[in-house]
């Protein structure tokens, strides 16, 4: 992974899972594709079929069959945290694993992994993994976003706020109120880390009650796994929150420059996370596609590629690595991306591609193997 040479390791993943995977095979020979023969320039990956998550879902019964290896082989099931009780199950071996674990830790500058003191809006990791968790062909389940958390190095001094509480968690106001006035005007290397929803709570919930508070600029407000919907696992706040909104409310009460805002973007079925700094400019977080992982956008109407600046799509992400048991290189979700820029970050000077997150497509659903959506709302943020 170390200086890689993406193309050649993507197309040497895309057909072992093809060889693998004869749910995969199946989807290619539908539509008369054959990545032995097909995959001669860096351009063809356009063409590589995806999988849907939506596949990847309880329901559809499927993630047995999008399996490259043994269930016996397995570590765990990751799954997702769903709303509608309905979650992505997906198959990953312990190689899968550490690989997300080395793509964390080479983001480490950006996610200001070395800060000093910790406070984070999920409860431990090994809570969070193991809450409830179920057998499936003699391998436990496990939370995805536990095993995210599990990836990350957090410091002794780590505040996790949430318990387990009543078979679901409960969030320790007191220790959080405790945390923001022992760091209050100290100017010290902390972080606030975790679900967008909980931390855009806890603020809101204080902010009318006291005054604000000033961390300073040597903190960084990390988010991640989504919830800007408003929704997430069992938490439904009813309502959308604006990412400017957020940004702009809790860097007030938390007295936090907006620029240290960072969110981290991925899904369970997929394996390189992106992370994304917030701009003032686009109110919004820009997004670096690091070269170790491809992401497409497809219109939604006719799933062709966009390029342009301003262009919205599909978020297709493609895995050369970390995707060994189960059938993660060519990975399309129902969220919605819009390209800012295919080849620098208009703000930092990044070289890659550079992309926001806009929100989620509704009723989306798949059709046949997932070789197509079905789009009938899509969401404007
Ligand atoms: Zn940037």
Same mark, same amino acid.
């Given at each position: 992974?170390?200086?890689?040479?993406?193309?050649?390791?993507?197309?040497?993943?895309?057909?072992?899972?093809?060889?693998?995977?004869?749910?995969?095979?199946?989807?290619?020979?539908?539509?008369?594709?054959?990545?032995?023969?097909?995959?001669?320039?860096?351009?063809?990956?356009?063409?590589?079929?995806?999988?849907?998550?939506?596949?990847?879902?309880?329901?559809?019964?499927?993630?047995?069959?999008?399996?490259?290896?043994?269930?016996?082989?397995?570590?765990?099931?990751?799954?997702?945290?769903?709303?509608?009780?309905?979650?992505?199950? +997906?198959?990953?071996?312990?190689?899968?694993?550490?690989?997300?674990?080395?793509?964390?830790?080479?983001?480490?500058?950006? !996610?200001?992994?070395?800060?000093?003191?910790?406070?984070? %809006?999920?409860?431990?990791?090994?809570?969070?993994?193991?809450?409830?968790?179920?057998?499936?062909?003699?391998?436990?389940?496990?939370?995805?976003? &536990?095993?995210? !958390?599990?990836?990350?190095?957090?410091?002794?001094?780590?505040? %996790?706020?949430?318990?387990?509480?009543?078979?679901?968690?409960?969030?320790?106001?007191?220790? %959080? !109120?405790?945390?923001?006035?022992?760091?209050?005007?100290?100017?010290?290397?902390?972080?606030?880390? /975790?679900?967008?929803?909980?931390?855009?709570?806890?603020?809101?919930?204080?902010?009318?009650?006291?005054?604000?508070?000033?961390?300073?600029?040597?903190?960084?407000?990390?988010?991640? @796994? &989504?919830?800007?919907?408003?929704?997430?696992?069992?938490?439904?706040? @009813?309502?959308?929150?604006?990412?400017?909104?957020? +940004?702009?409310?809790?860097?007030?009460?938390?007295?936090?420059?907006?620029?240290?805002?960072?969110?981290?973007?991925? %899904?369970?079925?997929?394996?390189?996370?992106?992370?994304?700094?917030?701009?003032?400019?686009?109110?919004?977080?820009?997004?670096?596609?690091?070269?170790?992982?491809?992401?497409?956008?497809?219109?939604?109407?006719?799933?062709?590629?966009?390029?342009?600046? /301003?262009?919205?799509?599909?978020?297709?992400?493609?895995?050369?690595?970390?995707?060994?048991?189960?059938? /993660?290189?060519?990975?399309? +979700?129902?969220?919605?991306?819009?390209?800012?820029?295919?080849?620098?970050?208009?703000?930092?000077?990044?070289?890659?591609?550079?992309?926001?997150?806009? &929100?989620?497509?509704?009723?989306?659903?798949?059709?046949?193997? @997932?070789?197509?959506?079905?789009?009938?709302?899509?969401?404007?943020?």
């Amino acid at each position: 992974m170390e200086n890689c040479d993406f193309f050649q390791d993507f197309k040497a993943n895309i057909i072992s899972q093809y060889n693998d995977c004869d749910a995969y095979k199946l989807l290619c020979s539908s539509q008369n594709y054959d990545p032995n023969k097909e995959l001669k320039v860096e351009d063809d990956m356009e063409k590589v079929p995806f999988i849907t998550t939506t596949l990847f879902k309880k329901s559809a019964n499927m993630y047995t069959k999008l399996l490259r290896t043994e269930p016996k082989n397995l570590d765990k099931w990751t799954v997702s945290s769903s709303t509608s009780g309905d979650p992505s199950i +997906v198959g990953r071996s312990k190689q899968d694993l550490l690989q997300i674990k080395k793509f964390v830790e080479r983001e480490g500058q950006t !996610l200001d992994s070395t800060s000093q003191y910790n406070c984070v %809006f999920y409860p431990e990791p090994e809570v969070m993994r193991k809450h409830k968790s179920i057998q499936i062909l003699d391998k436990p389940t496990e939370s995805y976003i &536990g095993n995210i !958390l599990d990836t990350f190095s957090f410091s002794e001094n780590t505040n %996790f706020l949430l318990h387990p509480y009543k078979g679901e968690f409960s969030i320790d106001m007191e220790d %959080f !109120l405790e945390f923001l006035k022992e760091h209050d005007k100290k100017n010290q290397h902390i972080s606030l880390r /975790g679900s967008t929803l909980l931390l855009y709570n806890a603020v809101e919930n204080l902010k009318d009650k006291m005054k604000p508070f000033q961390l300073g600029d040597r903190c960084t407000i990390h988010t991640g @796994g &989504g919830g800007w919907d408003g929704k997430k696992g069992s938490v439904n706040l @009813g309502i959308k929150i604006e990412r400017s909104k957020f +940004v702009e409310e809790v860097s007030t009460f938390l007295g936090v420059p907006e620029e240290n805002f960072i969110d981290t973007y991925s %899904f369970t079925e997929n394996t390189f996370p992106i992370t994304g700094h917030y701009s003032k400019k686009y109110k919004s977080y820009l997004f670096h596609i690091p070269s170790w992982g491809r992401v497409i956008l497809r219109d939604i109407k006719t799933l062709k590629p966009v390029h342009k600046e /301003g262009q919205r799509g599909l978020i297709q992400m493609l895995n050369a690595y970390g995707t060994s048991s189960f059938a /993660g290189a060519s990975i399309m +979700v129902d969220d919605i991306g819009e390209i800012v820029s295919e080849d620098r970050c208009p703000e930092c000077g990044f070289n890659g591609m550079t992309i926001r997150i806009i &929100g989620r497509v509704k009723g989306s659903e798949a059709k046949g193997c @997932g070789a197509t959506l079905n789009i009938k709302e899509v969401e404007n943020v």
